[in-house]
Every structure is written in C-alpha cells, then in structure tokens.
C-alpha cells in the first residue's frame, strides 16, 4: 500500500451532517443466531468480517458467487494481505462471473456494441480511486487501484482507457449473450406503454446520442439487440407463448436486476475497505455514468467502517446513499439499522441494495432479492439460506 495512503487523502473521510430516525429492526434467521448486526452485541473481540453482493435484483440463488468471493477475499486476509487487497480479489471473482453485471458480464448499452464499465475501491486510510467508462478490461476493479496510486481520484472515458492500457492488464470480450437479452427486454420495456422508472415521457430518440441511428421499431430495437435472427426467432417465441396464453416475465426480472458487484471487509484489527465494479445500466444514453465511481454515493470507507451499495445509480447518487450509511454508522447505528435509516427514501421501484460492516458486525439487505454472502469468523451467511422475518 503507497505511503501517502497514510495521511494524504484522510480529508475524505469528513462525513455530512444529517438526520437521524428510527427504524424497525430484524428478529430472527432460520439459521437461529443472527450476525451481531442484527442480533445481540456484545464486547467480544472483534472477528475479521467480509461481505459480498451480486447486485440489487440478482436472484438469491447466485448466492454461490459471492460467497466464493468472500472466501477467497478471507483467503487473502488470512495470509496477511491488508482489507484494500481483498476487497479487490473478491471483486475480481465476480468480474469473471458471467452471471453479474461487471467485467465479462457486463451490460450492452441501447446500441448493441457499447459496453463501457466502471469501478471503485476506498479503504479507512483514505485512499480512493476510481475509472468510469473503459473497454475491454476482464477486472476494471485493478484500473481503479492503479486510479489510486496516482494524485487523482477519478478517471474517465478516453483518458481512462489510455491509462488503462499503459497498466498491460488482462483483456476480455465483454458481450454475453444474457448482456444481449436484458437488451432485447429493456427496448420491450421502453418502447411499451409501461417503461421502466425514469424514461416515463422521456423523448429518447431526440435524447438519441449513438453512432447507429435509433431504432424506428420494436423489431429494429431487437435487431439491435440480437442481430436478425435472434430477432425473428424471439419474435417467434413470443407468438407461440401469446398462442398458448402463456405468461413470460423474463422481461420484468431482468429489467429489474441493477446487478453492481461489491465486497466490504472488515480485518480483526478494525480495518476497512469496499470495493464496487459495475457494467452499468443498459438502456442509458451514451456518456451516462452512474454512483460506482462517485466517492460517497455507491461505496466509502473510513474508520467506522465499510459500505457497498447496489441498484439505480440515480437514487443511489440523489441519496448519498453510502456515506449516509456510514455516518450513521459513525452515529453508533449497527449496520442493518443504518442501512434501512439512510434507504428510506429508494423506492422499490426505483431499488437499492446495500452491505456494510463495522465494529457493531453487519448488514445486507435490499428493496427485492439480492444474492449476498458473509463470513463472520469461521461462519458463513448467504441469502438463499437465511430470510428477515
């Protein structure tokens, strides 16, 4: 870890001056006892603590990836590497799982070749880099590191992808074929009578700022999308579901899945950082950049400890919803508590999702479901296993 890292950027961990409410807490797992965040607290020391999540509409059931993240980011606590370390090593894993949205899963945008991703990683010293908008790079989270180690915070478009390039990382073809369905559901969303939150008598095609033309048609839109057969053969898909007056809400699900990939980690010496990687939003116009790279809004990190958020980047910025987190952390809130005080505001509709971790434990929930895991010492959480009551 550079030098500076020391005393140089500790200005950013001067938090906003807010309000305080209360909240409805959590009262039990079907695993029995509950993490100290939402149990019981108590003076015992403190245990070293990673979180991962898949994003915000990624379906518990993933919850296998982050897990396999939070173990492999423990791995590296374990062998001594500091919580910045494996904050990122934890994030790399979910880069190279197609599931979620970042690195090799990222989301095409509404032109069907764009794909621009973007990453973020802050630790309790201060230190904190991030890139927005670079190609082709298999982990966008190690750009934000190198981010780092320079006088800057934030990098981005062309510059980032230049910078990108001098660091010789590993490349990668980014355009999956779930990146290309979520496409093809996201122009049926926008081009119905029911869009998505935010587009609702929007006029994106005179908003249109894509090199190819804008669509005319839902059929061009899949085009698009899928190319010319993928085209006719959901077209044809459809007509045989409308035939048989079957119901498809493949579409509502994967227009609802804001899948930002994130880790939180907390060391036995009461270390913290977070880390955030994303392939954005799909329908968005070219430009568009979301809370994973702006300090406060989808991560921070201080000596209070860490948070990583999911969902509409949007809402996520409008609500500062990290830093809010964490200063009510600060406030003496546990993690599950100040999640739920500082998320107030995101509805449903637009959806959050959040994990933190501090003195007090942690924390993870979201506005639906949300694929997470934990390792609290020796002991394992995962979404698909444990349900607030």
Request: hydrophobic share 45%.
């Amino acid at each position: 870890m550079a030098a500076w890292r020391q005393g140089a950027r500790l200005c950013l961990l001067t938090a906003l001056a807010v309000s305080s409410v209360g909240c409805t807490r959590p009262a039990s797992s079907e695993l029995g006892e509950l993490p100290p965040s939402v149990g019981d607290f108590d003076d015992a020391p403190l245990k070293p603590i990673v979180v991962a999540h898949g994003g915000q509409g990624s379906p518990a059931a993933l919850s296998d990836g982050p897990l396999r993240a939070v173990q492999a980011a423990r791995t590296r606590m374990d062998a001594g590497d500091p919580p910045w370390e494996a904050a990122i090593v934890g994030i790399e894993g979910l880069e190279d799982d197609p599931r979620f949205n970042a690195g090799i899963g990222a989301n095409l945008r509404m032109d069907g070749k764009t794909i621009q991703t973007d990453a973020a990683v802050m630790d309790d010293l201060g230190s904190f880099g991030a890139v927005a908008g670079i190609r082709g790079v298999r982990h966008p989270i190690r750009v934000a590191e190198a981010v780092a180690s320079t006088p800057h915070l934030l990098m981005v478009g062309a510059g980032a992808q230049a910078f990108a390039d001098t660091l010789k990382l590993e490349g990668a073809t980014l355009a999956t074929q779930r990146a290309r369905d979520k496409l093809a559901h996201g122009w049926a969303r926008l081009l119905s009578d029911r869009p998505m939150a935010g587009w609702e008598g929007v006029d994106w095609r005179k908003a249109w700022n894509y090199e190819v033309p804008a669509p005319k048609n839902l059929r061009e839109a899949r085009v698009l999308a899928l190319g010319e057969e993928g085209a006719d053969a959901l077209a044809a898909a459809e007509a045989a579901a409308e035939a048989s007056q079957a119901e498809d809400e493949s579409a509502d699900t994967e227009d609802g899945t804001k899948d930002t990939v994130g880790v939180v980690v907390r060391s036995s010496e009461g270390h913290y950082a977070a880390a955030l990687s994303t392939g954005g939003t799909t329908m968005a116009l070219r430009g568009r950049v979301g809370d994973v790279p702006q300090l406060g809004a989808g991560l921070y990190a201080g000596p209070h400890g860490a948070v990583a958020a999911t969902g509409k980047g949007e809402a996520i910025i409008r609500e500062r919803v990290a830093a809010e987190v964490y200063r009510r952390m600060a406030d003496g809130l546990p993690p599950q508590q100040a999640i739920e005080v500082a998320t107030r505001n995101i509805t449903a509709d637009e959806g959050v999702g959040v994990i933190a971790v501090s003195d007090l434990g942690w924390g993870a929930w979201a506005t639906s479901q949300m694929a997470w895991a934990a390792q609290e010492g020796a002991k394992l959480y995962r979404a698909d296993e444990m349900v607030w009551r």
